[in-house]
């Protein structure tokens, strides 16, 4: 139920009713059988919703005191803008009843058959009666900077005994909140960097925002009254940081006047290109196929074309996301608003407010957390980084570069535990307790210096990387050429001598093992200059060469190994592993590369009679080292790529219109080719037994050929030829080949003009 607002030119204020709405569901359901005496079910829910839109009252204290016309005008536009919004621009609260009733009765069946019809089993009576609130707050304290919060709550009334309840209970006290169970809030904070007025840096647009979360949930309260303690309640929060910028250096030079005729030199002579390339078409359309020499007229002299390129740089984007959060659990506040018998807050501010700082022992010294052995839930703190940057670069025209950089970072920290005591002294203890930290990283990487060796040329040079590496370490040298306790199966030994070996650098000792290093970046290469050749530009309307290159580096489950701790605390063990080598402080999952370049070398054209011809060939590579059981696996693909397609125009296929006089109208026939050869091979090395198996892989051929025909607006018509040979590399697999082929035609109800 909402009133509408009838006098449009009154000014809205905040105490209107119409900014006010009611909204109310109540259900009453009944249901008995043979062996339900009764089954009676309530439902009510309702909403009283308040929104109200403030009027923006924007200040600009300077923006008088500076005139446009003024010289210094430019230099100080951003004290002119310089603006605050004092008042909210929006809030909202909603209320919110939510309250279930449930009466089940079933007959008893036995006691009927045996003539005793008043032997009846008791009613079961269950219910929910919840209450909650939430409320919106928005602020723009100035055009740049803008605040978002919102925040609700639920409360269950459980203090009512079922039993004495009835059907008209659920309308009872139905404004009455009971104890928190669920409380949540969200802010978000932005803000655009004011670039756009300070001048010769108005070609950067950033923007940052911070935002933070806190939800609060309880738990089961059956141990409350028990001597072992509450579990307490879970509270988590979390803080994301965003920050995005991009430059427009293209902008950022065009403010300069040498920039600015360089720009119109060069735009005039596109538009020589794109004359002389009209000139072409137009000679095809009357099948003259000679061209013309010709020479351009405007030309860049040598000091122009070393300043152009200065103005190579045409964009940069760049975008960093942080993502943070903490699970505490066995927490005994809770928020007290419209509570009874609860204790007011929740362990620090700093938490509430997405704080990340590590607050166990703040909370067990102040007795915030329960320190029941039946409360096992862990401590938890989770951290996700993402940076990702793009540069766009045209050294010279035709030819663009895209260069690329990507750097992920995750870590996951836990704490069994955190909340034991010592059952004697009563002191917070972390013996025998057990905490884990867990990272997982990514990075862009160049592997060009080994891109085109085998795998047993790395294996090797993996093999005696491991040696140089563990000749540097103290100990005794044994037979095989590797110091006691740093065997190749040593992790500190083997992920340094392959990634020493894949890049093809000199091998260096391992540092901290959970620091990911920087990104390499990598690029992408378009060039269509040729066309602008006459020879080629008579005969192509288009003349691509394209070349891309990937590759990223990836270490997956590092965290820190229980063995080496437990070594430092007993006198017995050996400090060694299974295969006798060191215990390391961190473990290993996997380590490995990826490698793309898709493709290696490309050409896409389109030739002026409608033929389109693409070519590529794909190289990828990939790399493995798994620290579980010591084995390398391999496996490399190539492929080959031709496209074929050509277009026939106003193609007729004799057939009369449907009144019977003449041909139908020409439509365009399209016929397209696809043909691609993969070769792919996958090998598992056992680096401890020198061992190499091949286990997969595979010759693949398919050929897909295609016509397309619109015989009408609703009518197409499609015939295809598809066909896919395999033949494997391991014996265990048999040789399979596939052919489809057909003719499919697709009919549409209805035309531009409507359908039915």
């Known amino acids: 139920m909402h009133k509408e607002r009838m006098n449009q030119n009154r000014k809205p204020k905040f105490y209107d009713v119409e900014n006010l709405s009611v909204t109310a569901v109540y259900n009453d359901d009944f249901y008995r059988d043979i062996y339900t005496k009764r089954n009676y079910r309530q439902y009510l829910r309702g909403y009283i919703d308040y929104n109200y839109t403030f009027k923006p009252w924007v200040i600009k204290p300077f923006n008088k005191m500076i005139s446009d016309t003024a010289k210094s005008a430019k230099y100080l536009k951003w004290v002119k803008e310089f603006n605050f919004n004092p008042v909210p621009t929006r809030f909202s609260f909603r209320t919110e009843v939510d309250r279930n009733y449930n009466e089940l009765e079933f007959r008893n069946i036995d006691a009927i058959l045996s003539g005793n019809y008043n032997d009846d089993f008791g009613a079961i009576k269950n219910r929910n009666f919840y209450f909650g609130w939430q409320y919106g707050l928005g602020f723009n304290f100035t055009k740049s900077l803008k605040l978002e919060i919102n925040s609700a709550t639920r409360t269950l009334n459980d203090n009512v005994d079922v039993n004495s309840m009835d059907n008209n209970s659920i309308f009872g006290n139905v404004f009455r909140a009971g104890r928190p169970v669920l409380y949540n809030h969200r802010v978000q904070l932005n803000y655009k960097l004011p670039f756009q007025y300070l001048p010769y840096l108005d070609f950067i647009d950033a923007e940052i925002g911070y935002g933070f979360t806190y939800n609060w949930n309880s738990r089961s309260t059956v141990l409350l009254s028990s001597p072992d303690g509450s579990l307490g309640s879970i509270g988590q929060n979390t803080n994301v940081i965003q920050a995005t910028a991009s430059a427009d250096f293209t902008k950022f030079f065009g403010q300069f006047k040498y920039f600015k005729n360089l720009s119109t030199k060069l735009q005039k002579r596109k538009q020589e290109i794109d004359s002389l390339n ?141 909340n034991y005591r010592d059952p004697i002294t009563g002191i917070p203890n972390p013996d025998y307790t057990f905490a884990n930290d867990l990272v997982t990283y990514s990075n862009s990487v160049v592997l060009l210096k080994t891109a085109f060796k085998d795998g047993a040329a790395v294996y090797q040079s993996i093999r005696e990387n491991a040696r140089i590496l563990s000749q540097q370490m103290p100990g005794q040298l044994e037979s095989n050429g590797f110091k006691d306790g740093y065997g190749i199966s040593n992790a500190y030994i083997l992920i340094p001598a392959f990634r020493a070996a894949v890049e093809g650098k000199s091998p260096k000792q391992m540092t901290n093992p959970k620091k990911a290093g920087l990104p390499i970046p990598n690029w992408k290469i378009t060039y269509s200059g040729l066309r602008n050749i006459p020879i080629i530009n008579g005969q192509f309307s288009k003349f691509d060469i394209l070349h891309a290159y990937q590759a990223t580096y990836t270490a997956t489950g590092i965290q820190s190994s229980i063995d080496y701790f437990n070594r430092l605390n007993s006198l017995t063990s050996s400090g060694r592993d299974i295969n006798d080598d060191y215990i390391n402080p961190f473990t290993f999952a996997q380590v490995g590369y990826v490698e793309n370049f898709s493709p290696l070398i490309g050409v896409d054209v389109t030739m002026r009679n409608n033929m389109q011809f693409g070519i590529q060939y794909n190289r990828l590579r990939t790399l493995l080292l798994g620290l579980v059981n010591q084995t390398l696996t391999e496996d490399s693909n190539s ?81 295809f030829y598809e066909q896919m040979t395999s033949k494997y590399k391991i014996s265990t697999a048999f040789p399979l080949s596939t052919i489809r082929a057909g003719i499919s035609a697709t009919f549409t109800f209805g035309d531009s003009g409507g359908g039915f």
Do not use: C
Request: net charge positive; no cysteine; glycine share 8%.
């Open 639 to 719: 492929e080959y790529v031709v496209r074929v397609g050509y277009i026939i125009r106003n193609f007729r296929l004799g057939m009369t219109n449907v009144r019977g006089r003449g041909k139908a109208k020409g439509s365009d026939l399209n016929i397209r080719g696809d043909f691609s050869l993969r070769d792919s091979k996958t090998s598992i090395t056992n680096i401890l037994l020198d061992d190499s198996q091949v286990t997969g892989g595979q010759k693949l051929m398919n050929i897909k050929i295609s016509a397309d025909y619109n015989v009408s607006e609703n009518l197409n018509l499609r015939v």
């Open 278 to 418: 009209n000139v072409y078409t137009q000679a095809w359309e009357k099948n003259r196929y000679a061209y013309k020499k010709y020479k351009f007229k405007n030309r860049l002299t040598p000091l122009q074309s070393m300043a152009y390129l200065l103005t190579s740089i045409k964009q940069l984007d760049i975008n960093y996301s942080e993502n943070n959060g903490t699970v505490l659990p066995g927490l005994l506040s809770a928020p007290n608003w419209y509570g009874y018998g609860q204790t007011l807050g929740d362990s620090t501010i700093g938490f509430l407010l997405g704080s990340q700082a590590d607050i166990r022992r703040t909370v067990m010294e102040n007795g915030w957390v329960s320190d029941s052995e039946f409360m096992t839930d862990p401590y938890i703190r989770m951290s996700t980084r993402e940076i990702r940057a793009n540069l766009q670069v045209m050294p010279m025209n035709d030819l663009r570069i895209d260069i690329s950089a990507l750097h992920n970072y995750n870590r996951n920290f836990s704490h069994t535990g955190f």
